[in-house]
């Protein structure tokens, strides 16, 4: 369970990673919007303990707040 565990966590941290290197062209709101849903999404996997539905979810929040950070 626990390997489980820190494979989701480094894949989510990959992801978000990836993510903020693909936002080269964006505009800031969209760089904010991707940033938030990729710490959302960590944050949630963490908080749920690898749940696939609270990664899914914390994404959706994390992208909301920062859509809304940026603009």
């Not at 494979?7 to 991707?34: E, W």
């Not at 940033?35 to 959302?40: D, F, L, R, S, T």
């Amino acid at each position: 369970m626990k390997r489980t565990q820190t494979f989701l966590k480094r894949t989510a941290i990959l992801i978000a990673v990836l993510g903020i290197v693909a936002c080269s062209g964006m505009s800031r709101r969209d760089t904010d919007t991707v940033v938030g849903a990729g710490v959302g999404g960590v944050a949630g996997a963490v908080l749920t303990g690898g749940s696939a539905l609270g990664t899914v979810g914390g994404a959706a929040v994390g992208g909301v707040v920062g859509n809304q950070v940026g603009k």
